[in-house]
């Protein structure tokens, strides 16, 4: 299976180059070419000769010609019936659209007839308040954050995974709730325009909270790999976050594995159908801070970011996953630390009253002993230190207290 853009030669990576406008769709297509190339030299061709091979076929006439596309038309046909047992009807269309695309893009005359209701099979159920008030208390402390700002957020994983320091600088340094997210064209799937959605005042507190002490620069990734030096690619992958998901939620007993074909309910893109679900809001601009293309509607709808913050505002009760007032844990365990540290304060100053108590006790029983003597001296000298500082501040006295020196 094809998965190196390296491998590819230039025709695939021409096409390629003009269909994709996002890696996540780029690997996507990359997937899909590589089911093809290993069908098609199951039978004997080679795809990534094929636009070369028509244009030399199609000038040595039209019988040739003929026979060439027919060859490669049942190829086709094979190519839709090698898929329906493999994958779901869903990634069976991706397949075909995929070969379709690159056909379209080099004029080339094959036909590749899409399902026309593919039906999804394996849905996301609905996650619920506290399966999800669940998951982020036992999840790694970057990942309880990526998580929060999906689910507040709407915004995909691999876009949460990628976002840069440059997308929240402004909005984060000033402390603004909601905090305004971009979201660059070059990065949405949709083929839209630039968009921004929001997180609100929990989302932003775990982010803070995380990014406390981090220097980061504008073309720096808000999220970090957890093991540095260990990471393939310059950032984490989308996957990666994707596997740690399934097994808390496993682990959790908030869902099990049906097996390798049968993908869970409850997976990591049910945070963004819980914003889907949740914030009350008109749908335009759910859609528009979840990425999609607005139709027609992407002609009136406003672009002015204060109005999508109140309208985010006004929803955002419905959306919150934790209740206002809400104590962390980790705060909670630093006031719990600093009472620990008070409480063993007040414990070593009763240990000493205690001991000086006891010297008193002595003293007092005993008046011969050198402890009463003491005492009695200590007692002296700070009645006489106080009538000092009180004979100061009457007046008239001075002269008195020369006298008494003299």
């Known amino acids: 299976m094809v998965r190196d853009m390296e491998s590819l030669n230039q025709r695939i990576e021409d096409w390629l180059c003009q269909v994709c406008e996002s890696p996540k769709t780029r690997g996507t297509y990359v997937f899909v070419w590589g089911n093809f190339t290993k069908f098609c030299k199951a039978r004997g061709r080679d795809p990534a000769v094929l636009v070369d091979d028509y244009r030399a076929v199609k ?217 889907r679900n949740n914030m009350k809001a008109d749908s335009s601009y759910i859609q528009f801070w979840m990425g999609h293309s607005l139709g027609v509607d992407s002609h009136y709808i406003s672009r002015d970011v204060e109005q999508h913050r109140e309208e985010y505002r006004k929803g955002y009760e419905a959306l919150r996953i934790f209740d206002p007032g809400f104590v962390d844990l980790r705060d909670l365990t630093t006031q719990l630390r600093n009472k620990d540290s008070e409480i063993k304060e007040l414990k070593e100053q009763l240990l000493e009253f205690k001991a000086a108590q006891e010297r008193l006790e002595e003293a007092i029983m005993n008046p011969k002993s050198e402890s009463f003597e003491a005492l009695t001296r200590r007692i002296e000298a700070y009645i006489d230190d106080k ?20």
Request: proline share 5%.
């Open 387 to 406: 009538l000092k500082g009180w004979e100061k501040n009457i007046p008239g006295t001075e002269p008195k207290e020369k006298e008494r020196t003299e």
């Open 59 to 275: 000038y040595q006439g039209e019988a040739q010609r003929e026979r060439f596309l027919e060859e490669w038309q049942d190829l086709l046909r094979a190519f839709n019936t090698w898929l329906k047992p493999k994958f779901a009807p869903l990634t069976v269309k991706n397949h075909l659209a995929g070969v379709k695309s690159f056909l379209h893009y080099w004029k080339i005359p094959l036909d590749v007839d899409l399902p026309r209701h593919p039906c999804v099979i394996w849905h996301n159920r609905d996650i619920k308040r506290e399966e999800i008030k669940q998951i982020l208390t036992f999840a790694s402390p970057r990942d309880r954050v990526i998580w929060i700002v999906m689910a507040e957020s709407g915004m995909r994983s691999d876009n949460a995974v990628n976002m840069k320091y440059t997308q929240i600088k402004e909005e984060f340094e000033a402390s603004r709730v909601p905090m305004k997210i971009m979201l660059y064209s070059s990065v949405l799937k949709d083929h839209v325009g630039d968009r921004w959605t929001f997180i609100g005042e929990d989302g932003f507190r775990e982010l803070k909270a995380y990014l406390q002490g981090k220097n980061l620069k504008n073309d720096d990734y808000v999220f970090a790999s957890e093991r540095k030096g260990q990471c393939k690619h310059e950032q984490f992958s989308q996957a990666s976050l994707s596997v740690k998901f399934n097994r808390l939620v496993q682990k959790l007993g908030i869902d099990q594995s049906l097996g390798p074909k049968h993908p869970k309910q409850v997976r990591l893109h049910g945070l963004r159908k819980y914003f």
